[in-house]
């Protein structure tokens, strides 16, 4: 059974849609292009990534962004 994350930042949202999509990393790593030993440091919090590798974990996942009007600054 896979470890549940926090919620609170976005890459550990990101860590557990990889979690939760029923994928290993070495399969998202081949479908999606990204180097296995990338993904693998982003996974384990050892690196980050640029804005491109998101987009393509992102759109591989199916993830968007919402915004939580409860969370918002200023109101």
């Known amino acids: 059974m896979a470890k549940r994350r926090s919620k609170k930042k976005l890459s550990d949202q990101i860590r557990q849609a990889i979690d ?7 399969r998202i790593a081949q479908e999606t292009g990204i180097d296995e030993s990338a993904l ?3 996974y384990n919090e050892k690196r980050g990534f640029n804005s491109g590798t998101l987009d393509i974990l992102g759109e ?3 993830l968007r962004i919402v ?3 409860k969370l918002r600054k200023g109101k």
């Open 20 to 26: 939760d999509s029923g994928r290993t990393r070495y």
């Open 40 to 42: 693998a440091k982003f």
């Open 60 to 62: 591989y996942l199916g």
């Open 67 to 69: 915004m939580d009007p």
